[in-house]
Nanobody
Framework: QVQLVESGGGLVQAGGSLRLTCAASGRTFSDHGMGWFRQAPGKERELVAA????????YYINSMKGRLTISRDNAKNTVYLEMNSLKSEDTAVYYCAASGLWYSQKERDYPDWGQGTQVTVSS
């Protein structure tokens, strides 16, 4: 099992930026593909970004392409999500998750989850 703790969320004005951080502990971090998901009120949880174990394969949700950068530092057991030009529709709880695979875009492949961090974008 991988324990995950997110940080970096908060309240930001539209057009602003945030950098989310997810610190991992437990099993070997570099064995796990990582993902960032979000869930807005009344909506289903969705994958925002995913990164493979080496960082060589990356996915971004279409609605945020060009505004997101996911990265990982395997030496620090940490994955990051940098979000720019934020919009009110980006408001959600953002979750970090660890996959049991080297990489996945499927939620069912992510058994380990953090508690989430709230991102609120004011217009």
């Amino acid at each position: 099992q991988v324990q995950l703790v997110e940080s970096g969320g908060g309240l930001v004005q539209a057009g602003g930026s945030l950098r989310l951080t997810c610190a991992a502990s437990g099993r070997t971090f570099s064995d796990h593909g990582m993902g960032w998901f979000r869930q807005a009120p009344g909506k289903e949880r969705e994958l925002v970004a995913a990164i493979s174990i080496t960082g060589g394969t990356i996915y971004y949700i279409n609605s945020m392409k060009g505004r997101l950068t996911i990265s990982r530092d395997n030496a620090k057991n940490t994955v990051y999500l940098e979000m720019n030009s934020l919009k009110s529709e980006d408001t959600a709880v953002y979750y970090c998750a660890a996959s049991g695979l080297w990489y996945s875009q499927k939620e069912r492949d992510y058994p380990d989850w953090g508690q989430g961090t709230q991102v609120t974008v004011s217009s």
